[in-house]
C-alpha cells in the first residue's frame, strides 16, 4: 500500500492533489514542520485509534492531544491508539506516513475542531517522507469526514 495506494485513490477518485516526497524524514510532527518549513500546528497528524468494534481515524492539528474526557463524552469509552505494529495492518500506511487516504480498508474518519484553525493543512502521504498540501474544507469533502472536538493543545 503505502503511497502508491494514496496515488491511486487521489487519481481514481479525480482529486486535485499533489503528492511531495522528501529527502528528509517526516516522520514525525517536528520533522515535518521543519522539513517543510512551517509551524506544527499546520501538520495535520493522523492518529489511528481503536474502538472495542472497530478502527477510526483522527486527523488534527499537529500540536494537539487527544483529550481523554472529551473523547469518552463523545464514543462512550477510553482512547486506545492502535498499537505501534499494528498501524500498517489497520492503515495500509506505516508510522508516520499515516494518511486519510488510500487506506487498506474503509475507516470512519474524524477531524477534529482544532484543523478548522488553518485554510490548508499537510498530512502524510503514505510514507515517512511524503505529505500533501490540503485544504481543510477540501480535507472533510473528500474524507466524509465527522467534525468534532476531541482535542487538547
Known amino acids: 500500500m503505502t503511497v502508491e495506494s494514496v496515488k491511486n485513490h487521489i487519481e481514481k477518485a479525480g482529486l486535485d492533489l499533489e503528492i ?23 501538520i495535520a497528524k493522523t492518529m489511528a485509534i481503536s474502538l472495542k468494534y472497530k478502527d477510526i481515524l483522527i486527523v488534527a492539528k499537529g500540536d494537539m492531544k487527544i483529550d481523554n474526557r ?38 470512519d474518519i474524524y477531524l477534529d475542531i482544532s484543523l478548522k484553525d488553518f485554510d490548508y493543512v499537510y498530512p502524510a502521504a503514505g510514507s515517512p517522507n511524503t505529505c500533501l498540501k490540503i485544504d481543510v474544507d ?10 468534532i472536538d476531541v482535542c487538547k493543545i
Open 70 to 107: 472529551k473523547f469518552k463524552d463523545y464514543f462512550k469509552e477510553k482512547v486506545k491508539f492502535v498499537k505501534q505494529e499494528e498501524v500498517e495492518k489497520v492503515t495500509g500506511h506505516p508510522m508516520g506516513g499515516v494518511c486519510p487516504f488510500g487506506l487498506i480498508k474503509p475507516l
Open 20 to 42: 511531495t516526497e522528501m529527502d528528509k524524514s517526516t516522520a514525525t510532527v517536528e520533522l515535518a514542520a521543519n522539513t517543510l518549513g512551517v509551524e506544527p500546528a499546520r
Open 138 to 147: 477540501y480535507l472533510s469533502e473528500v474524507t466524509k469526514g465527522i467534525w
